[in-house]
């Protein structure tokens, strides 16, 4: 049987938090590692500790460090491997934010377009700045992994990707 790639199909759905495979990241960074020509040693670790922390869903603040490395190493060469990564991030991450401790924890939306850490939990706290403006006293910006959709048996057709040999002969 002939090894498979996964592609994307045209699909009128995207792929959202409720649609996007578990396991989709985890495809996209064995791919990464496939092609040992365009990957170095220590960007291989480094997708290495990625691999593990997603297939694990833990420490997702690690999860995004390593993320923001790779994708500011990689992602000129890789720019699909890495959209695709950028999106399975922002739909099974949570952004957490609590204004000070007295006050109720805010969950808002995590979107990947800046390339390191801080910049990302600058752009979510402006994301609630202008109704919480009096209140950021001292912000705590904490990120998680989502819990795990209830229809664990999505299958890559849900997500609007296909298997297609690589040698179609």
């Not at 985890?26 to 290495?48: K, Q, T």
């Not at 890495?82 to 808002?108: A, K």
């Not at 705590?140 to 849900?158: G, I, M, N, W, Y």
């Amino acid at each position: 049987m002939e090894p498979a790639a996964i592609t994307k199909t045209k699909k009128s759905e995207s792929c959202t938090s409720v649609t996007c495979r578990l396991d989709c990241a985890l495809g996209v960074i064995d791919g990464l590692l496939r092609d040992s020509s365009a990957v170095r040693g220590e960007d291989v670790d480094m997708l290495l500790d990625l691999r593990w922390l997603l297939r694990k869903r833990e420490h997702a603040q690690e999860a995004l460090l390593l993320f923001c490395s790779l994708r500011r190493a990689l992602e000129e060469k890789h720019y699909l491997a890495f959209y695709r990564l950028r999106r399975w991030l922002e739909n099974h991450l949570r952004v957490s934010i609590r204004p000070r401790r007295d006050y109720p924890i805010q969950i808002v939306p995590l979107k990947l377009n800046r390339y390191c850490l801080e910049a990302i939990s600058f752009q979510c706290l402006q994301a609630v700045q202008a109704e919480l403006r009096p209140l950021l006293l001292a912000p705590k910006v904490e990120f998680s992994f989502r819990a795990e959709p209830s229809q664990d048996a999505l299958t890559a057709s849900d997500c609007g990707y296909s298997a297609i040999p690589l040698n179609p002969s």
